[in-house]
C-alpha cells in the first residue's frame, strides 16, 4: 500500500503540479510536510512540539524562499492543490513507515515499497495510455541512475536515518535536499548562488541542525527527569 498508493499518490502530485507553477514554489510548498508530521507525532506518539523545532522549521521555510527565488505572481490554483497533497501525502506516508520499520529492517521495506511503487505506475501508465518507451536510447544511463541513486539508495538511507532519528528528526533533516540540488547544480552547469541565495542555504542548514540537537537536548532533560523521580 505504501509503494503502490501512497508514493505513487504523491510522485503523480508532486509531477502534475509542476505542470502549473515553477519548480520552486512547488519545492516550497512540499517542503511543509515536516510541519504536518511534527503536529501529526505530537497527537499520535506524544512527541512533544517544542517552540525550537516550530521556529526552526519556520526559519528554514524562509530560508528556502530566499535561496530559490519564489515569485507569487499568477499562482495557479490547481498546482497549488497538487503541490499541498503532495506534502499531505508523504507526511502520512513517512509517518507509516516509521510505524512499518519498528517490525521490518529498512532494506526489506526499501524492497517491497520499491516493487509496488513500479507496479503501481505501471498499471497507472497502461490505464492512461501514458506510458511511453519511445525515448532515445541515450536517457537509460539517466533513467538507471536515477533509479539506483536517487531513488533505491535514497529510500534506503532515508529509512535508515528514520528508524534511528524518528519522522519529525529525519524530515527536519531532509529540508535541505533542496540546498545540495542547488550544490550539484552549482558543480555540473557552473551555477553561481546569490548572496541571498547563499544566505538562505546556510539559513536551512543551520536551522536542521538547530532542530535535530533541540530535540536531543529535550529528550535528556525528560530522561533525567524520569531518573530524579525514580531517585
Known amino acids: 500500500m505504501l ?3 501512497g508514493y505513487t499518490m504523491q510522485s503523480t502530485f508532486y509531477f502534475s503540479s509542476l505542470k502549473y507553477i515553477p519548480a520552486s514554489l512547488v519545492i ?3 517542503y511543509t510536510h515536516p510541519t504536518i508530521i511534527a503536529i501529526i507525532s505530537c497527537f499520535l506518539d506524544h512527541e512533544p512540539l517544542a517552540k525550537n523545532i516550530t521556529l526552526s522549521q519556520f526559519f528554514s521555510f524562509i530560508g528556502l524562499a530566499l535561496m530559490l527565488g519564489t515569485t507569487l505572481g ?9 503541490a499541498a497533497g503532495a506534502s499531505v501525502v508523504y507526511a502520512g506516508y513517512v509517518i507509516l513507515s516509521n510505524k512499518i520499520l519498528k517490525q521490518v529492517p529498512p532494506i526489506i521495506a526499501t524492497a517491497f515499497i520499491c516493487l509496488f511503487i513500479s507496479l503501481g505506475l505501471f498499471v497507472a501508465g497502461l490505464s492512461s495510455k501514458s506510458l511511453n518507451f519511445g525515448f532515445q536510447g541515450t536517457a537509460w544511463p539517466w533513467i538507471i541512475g536515477l533509479v539506483i541513486v536517487s531513488t533505491i539508495c535514497a529510500m534506503l538511507t532515508f529509512f535508515q536515518g528514520l528508524e534511528i532519528l524518528g519522522p519529525t528528526k529525519a524530515t527536519v533533516l531532509s529540508t535541505a535536499e533542496p540546498v545540495f540540488g542547488v550544490i550539484i547544480a552549482m558543480i555540473l552547469f557552473s551555477d553561481r548562488l546569490t548572496k541571498i541565495q547563499f544566505f538562505g542555504a546556510f539559513g536551512v542548514i543551520v536551522d536542521a541542525i538547530i532542530a535535530v540537537y533541540a530535540r536531543d537536548n529535550i529528550k535528556e532533560q525528560q530522561n533525567r527527569l524520569t531518573e530524579g523521580r525514580d531517585c
Not at 74 to 82: A, E, Q
Request: aromatic share 6%.
Open 3 to 5: 509503494g503502490a498508493i
Open 28 to 30: 516550497l510548498i512540499v
Open 74 to 82: 499568477k499562482i495557479n490554483t490547481l498546482g497549488v492543490l497538487f
